[in-house]
């Protein structure tokens, strides 16, 4: 099976499902801090664990174990794609093709059906908020669920776009999530 994020992402077609009988996202500032810190120390590998999967054909997962790493990736990805998009309008060297990111871990560019799919009741605010990247209103913020996605996009943004972070250090973060 596949061994890293970037080959569990490798099909164009592949969609990962989180079925509505899951748990919603749960992950707080205290996971999202860590998964930083853990980025932050690694050297050449970084390891995010195992996954489980009911698979439907060739490009269906159901996510089984592991969606609150795996919707925390999706999360990263998306941050880094955006703060890197801003840095190279701004002028600055980014090394990665950010189309290849948002294709392969956010959404199908030709057909522009996202990758990840959350439980039902969270999943439009989802597609809004990281998918899409659109800021969602406040009365839209009805679940806990909801509420950690953004406060996680939220610690991310904060963390990406600090201007200690340079800009090699984002594309070496992202190398090594992508190859966790």
Known sequence: ME???NKLFDSKNRKFIIPSYQRAYS????????FIEDIKSSKNQYYLGHFLFE???DNIRYVIDGQQRLTTCVIFFSVVKNELKKRHSNGEVVELNLDDIEDYYLKDLRKGTQKLSTVDYDNNFFLDEVIDGKESHAHDLNTESKRRIRAAKNIFERECS???VA???LMRWCRLVENA
């Open 3 to 5: 061994s890293t994020i």
């Open 27 to 34: 992950w707080e500032e205290k996971q999202i801090s860590q």
């Open 55 to 57: 698979t439907e054909g």
């Open 162 to 164: 600090s201007e200690s």
């Open 167 to 169: 800009t090699e250090t």
